[in-house]
Every structure is written in structure tokens, then in C-alpha cells.
């Protein structure tokens, strides 16, 4: 997948989306099985697809989760 594509498509296969998170086919595939990213399967060998707008989702809640985490390490103990 080239850049600026990303936006053209609907479905990404997971490595389009391994691709865009910079993280190997079994990570990808790890987070659709756990559930965590949700996916669909498609055709008759089941090959999993990921709505773009899913993943933006995904990638917008990991910024807050994040963003969340560091607020939490860095408030004053009592």
C-alpha cells in the first residue's frame, strides 16, 4: 500500500493495516482475534478486512488511552 490510499479504500486486509500501525501480520492479526480490532471476514477463505473508519477509530482511542495512562503516571502521590 502506498501512502494517501489509505483514504481511497473502505476494507484494508490486515497487512494494509499492519502496514499503517507499523506492526507484523501476527500483531495485526492478534488484535482482530482478541476483538479489540474489529474486522470482518470476507470470501470463501474467510480473509479478514478492516473498515478504514474502524481503524481511524482505533487509532484515535489509542491516543486517548495514552494520553490517559501518561496523566495517570505523572499525578502526584498522596
Request: hydrophobic share 40%; net charge neutral.
Amino acid at each position: 500500500m502506498k501512502g494517501g490510499q489509505v483514504a481511497e479504500r473502505r476494507f484494508l486486509t490486515l497487512t494494509d493495516v499492519g502496514e499503517v500501525l507499523n506492526i507484523s501480520s501476527s500483531q495485526t492479526y492478534a488484535l482482530v482475534r482478541s476483538g479489540e480490532l474489529p474486522a470482518i471476514q470476507v470470501g470463501g477463505r474467510g480473509q479478514w478486512r478492516v473498515e478504514t473508519t474502524v481503524l481511524e477509530d482505533y487509532i484515535a482511542k489509542a491516543y486517548e488511552k495514552t494520553a490517559s495512562a501518561l496523566k495517570a503516571d505523572s499525578a502526584p502521590s498522596l
